[in-house]
């Protein structure tokens, strides 16, 4: 019987921070679940949520008018276009099935993309539960002997 496992998927960027040298990384998110189809699907979630962030519909109910401009394909295509690319993955139902049979393999997914802002990596990976606590300490006595509290005796109370 092999050990029950926990899945765990993180999803992180990377970039330099106010265009400077220095590279910043910041954990976007975390998840861990018992089963593989919940740890995909908040992947799945979180692609389409950052997508969406970095690059929003121009007629977005929330912004301005004027505020957003659509990028014509040309100039997308030589910067890198990261929400596509997250979108692409995230319709794409063959490609879950394929992270879901890698991780019934017990072998690690990683998607990650980037552009000239910087690097998105989204990640999963089986993480082995131990089911038994783990023994004591060498030296240690397993189980104490209980000692005896001594009773403290009543005094009469005078009237």
Not at 28 to 49: Q, S, T
Not at 63 to 88: E, F, H, K, N, Y
Not at 108 to 128: E, K, M, N, Q, R
Request: with cysteine.
């Amino acid at each position: 019987m092999s050990p029950p496992l926990e899945y765990h998927a993180e999803v992180t960027a990377e970039g330099f921070v106010y265009g400077g040298e220095r590279r910043a990384r910041v954990v976007l998110g975390e998840f861990r679940a018992h089963f593989i189809r919940p740890a995909v699907a908040w992947l799945n979630a979180k692609a389409l949520m950052i997508a969406d962030r970095l690059d929003p519909h121009p007629w977005s109910s929330w912004c301005p008018p004027q505020a957003l401009r659509v990028i014509p394909d040309s100039v997308g295509a030589q910067l890198g276009d990261v929400p596509a690319q997250l979108r692409a993955w995230a319709a794409c139902r063959d490609e879950r099935r394929a992270v879901i049979e890698r991780l019934r393999e017990g072998d690690p997914f990683a998607l990650i993309v980037s552009d000239h802002s910087g690097v998105y990596a989204f990640t999963l990976w089986p993480v082995t539960v131990a089911t038994t606590p783990p023994p004591p300490p060498p030296g240690r006595a397993r189980h104490r002997k209980r000692r005896g509290v001594p009773l403290l005796k009543r005094q009469p109370v005078p009237l």
